[in-house]
């Protein structure tokens, strides 16, 4: 008893980071079978087994010799450790004859398929979210030092929202989130800024660093302002964001804004898989109000925002054809919209200057044969390179 009270602590410790890594990563688990087969074909047992009770279960099991041909044995097996969700067989339930099987794991669609129809029928109602949005934003301005100059963001900020939506499918949603800011550009003369985002709500909570470059330049009267920006995410329950690269050039003079370029590059490595995809309509709108002041010697500002947007299918009788082609046709396929039988490593934009493009692979089904003295996979190949 006195040892079991001297490790408490430690337990107790041990059982509270485990309580606090499953909150904050929980565990994820997915589709782990192919799915449904034959009873018959699931409790393949030689005849040359001699135990009848398995020694760690206590499940009894027995062989029947029924026929012999040219050599290969047909027995009638029996295995009393049947469960709940346990189908019978053709001849009853926990018996089997099974002589052998071939067995298909299915990974994409059907190897043979060559222009078959997959019909994909939708019942989606419409997904309708309405939210509304507070926040605020406090500088560091002090009763009006340091100097800011007008059209510049002051050298440190703390902006703060709270948010409330509503969505038909998921109910409410709160969340509130938190950006400490600092800008070198005011302090250290420095061209660069940075920022974290701390948020966290019904959708978990999320950690957002980006760092930004910004440049200013005085040419022929017309200024040109050039800013770079890297950032990412961390979300307590999806995991580590994709990071992203973003660009911006804005040309202006004293009297009007003549416009610029924008954009931005997103180097997540999402897997892609062909899938059919239904046409949806859109519906957006959203409006905002800014207003701002000075209080208590404190330069603040006020935001209230928000949004309604709804997103329904659109397609006559929320049914969609579409034609798919296996491993051993992906010769076959047309040059119209229709689904292969392939893989990639990543998903994305591409142009002359992409160094690589992203490896494909084929899923290919997988066979596994089993019977008396035989055992062994395999799988189709093709005579061919190819290319998709």
């Given at each position: 008893?006195?040892?079991?009270?001297?490790?408490?602590?430690?337990?107790?410790?041990?059982?509270?980071?485990?309580?606090?890594i499953?909150?904050?990563?929980?565990?994820?688990?997915?589709?782990?079978?192919?799915?449904?087969?034959?009873?018959?074909?699931?409790?393949?047992?030689?005849?040359?087994?001699?135990?009848?009770?398995?020694?760690?279960?206590?499940?009894?099991?027995?062989?029947i010799?029924?026929?012999d041909i040219?050599?290969?044995?047909?027995?009638?097996?029996?295995?009393?450790?049947?469960?709940?969700?346990?189908?019978?067989?053709?001849?009853?339930?926990?018996?089997?004859?099974?002589?052998?099987?071939?067995?298909?794991?299915?990974?994409?669609?059907?190897?043979?398929?060559?222009?078959?129809?997959?019909?994909?029928?939708?019942?989606?109602r419409?997904?309708?979210?309405?939210?509304?949005t507070?926040?605020?934003?406090?500088?560091?301005e002090?009763?009006?030092l340091?100097?800011?100059?007008?059209?510049?963001?002051?050298?440190?900020?703390?902006?703060?929202?709270?948010?409330?939506?509503?969505?038909?499918?998921?109910?409410?949603?709160?969340?509130?989130?938190?950006?400490?800011?600092?800008?070198?550009?005011?302090?250290?003369?420095?061209?660069?800024?940075?920022?974290?985002?701390?948020?966290?709500?019904?959708?978990?909570?999320?950690?957002?660093?980006?760092?930004?470059?910004s440049?200013?330049?005085?040419?022929?009267?017309?200024?040109?302002?050039?800013?770079?920006?890297?950032g990412?995410?961390?979300?307590?329950?999806?995991?580590?964001?994709?990071?992203?690269?973003?660009?911006?050039?804005?040309s202006?003079t004293?009297?009007?804004?003549?416009?610029?370029?924008?954009?931005?590059i997103?180097?997540?490595?999402?897997?892609?898989?062909?899938?059919?995809?239904?046409?949806?309509?859109?519906?957006?709108?959203?409006?905002s109000?800014?207003?701002?002041?000075?209080?208590?010697?404190?330069?603040?500002?006020?935001?209230?925002?928000?949004?309604?947007?709804?997103?329904?299918?659109?397609?006559?009788?929320?049914?969609?054809?579409?034609?798919?082609?296996?491993?051993?046709?992906?010769?076959?396929?047309?040059?119209?919209?229709?689904?292969?039988d392939?893989?990639?490593?990543?998903?994305?934009?591409?142009?002359?200057?992409?160094?690589?493009l992203?490896?494909?692979?084929?899923?290919?089904?997988?066979?596994?044969?089993?019977g008396?003295?035989?055992?062994?996979?395999?799988?189709?190949?093709?005579?061919?390179?190819?290319f998709?």
């Open positions: 008893m006195k040892q079991i009270r001297k490790h408490t602590r430690k337990i107790a410790v041990f059982l509270v980071l485990n309580f606090i499953e909150v904050v990563n929980p565990l994820q688990l997915y589709a782990l079978t192919s799915g449904p087969s034959q009873p018959e074909v699931e409790s393949f047992k030689a005849i040359s087994i001699s135990e009848m009770v398995d020694p760690f279960t206590g499940d009894f099991s027995y062989d010799p029924l026929a040219d050599g290969y044995p047909i027995n009638l097996n029996y295995n009393s450790g049947i469960t709940t969700d346990q189908e019978a067989s053709w001849v009853g339930l926990g018996w089997n004859i099974n002589p052998g099987a071939i067995t298909r794991s299915m990974r994409g669609i059907p190897d043979e398929f060559n222009g078959d129809i997959i019909e994909t029928d939708y019942n989606l419409p997904n309708r979210t309405i939210g509304l507070i926040g605020g934003q406090i500088a560091d002090f009763f009006g340091p100097k800011v100059a007008p059209g510049e963001e002051s050298a440190t900020s703390v902006k703060y929202s709270m948010s409330v939506n509503f969505n038909n499918y998921n109910g409410f949603g709160f969340e509130q989130s938190v950006t400490p800011g600092i800008n070198a550009a005011k302090g250290a003369k420095g061209p660069f800024s940075g920022a974290l985002g701390l948020s966290s709500g019904s959708s978990g909570f999320t950690i957002s660093p980006s760092i930004s470059y440049e200013k330049s005085l040419k022929n009267k017309k200024a040109d302002r050039m800013s770079y920006s890297i990412s995410s961390f979300n307590s329950r999806s995991g580590l964001g994709d990071l992203t690269l973003s660009a911006r050039n804005i202006s004293k009297k009007q804004s003549k416009g610029g370029v924008e954009g931005a997103n180097f997540g490595m999402s897997t892609y898989t062909p899938d059919i995809n239904m046409p949806m309509r859109n519906t957006n709108i959203s409006f109000f800014k207003t701002g002041g000075e209080i208590i010697g404190v330069l603040s500002d006020l935001t209230f925002s928000g949004y309604y947007a709804e997103q329904a299918l659109n397609i006559p009788n929320n049914t969609k054809k579409t034609p798919a082609y296996g491993y051993n046709n992906t010769h076959n396929r047309p040059g119209d919209y229709s689904v292969m392939i893989n990639r490593s990543w998903d994305g934009g591409y142009n002359e200057n992409t160094p690589s992203p490896v494909t692979s084929h899923t290919f089904d997988i066979l596994s044969v089993a008396q003295g035989i055992g062994g996979t395999f799988r189709p190949f093709r005579s061919d390179f190819g998709v």
